[in-house]
């Protein structure tokens, strides 16, 4: 299941990154970036059960992975990060809030609407973290 999981998160990524016009030459790259992200978040769901734990890995690694991508390929990093945590963000908390809020749902509006800011603020901050790292972590140093 996890594989398939991962799978429709390739294309998913595949997809967004079509839709924003990433050059051809990175849209496998771009893939590539939404299935890590998915895979550690599948992973991380199996070992600690907590979506909020499981969205900060993922985030970390997506990040890492952007930055690493970015290095090699010569681009900038927001191609990969952008199309890549794609499958992370709480789409279906943001619209299931809006639901509810609209049918008069309000303490099932609040508790969903706190969860999905938890996600986005999660996301966030694995981001940043990555960021914070020293460049030579991520670049080649140059000879």
Known sequence: MIIFEMFVAFVATLAFAVIFNVNKKELLFCGISGLAAEGAY???????????????ISALVVTSLSRILANLRKVPVTVYLVSGIIPLVPGAGMYNTVYNIISSEYSTALTIGIDTIKIAAVIAIGIIFVFALPNKIFFKLKK
Not at 42 to 56: D, G, H, K, N, R
């Open 42 to 56: 599948q992973i991380a769901m199996e070992l600690s059960e907590t979506v909020i734990l499981s969205v900060l």
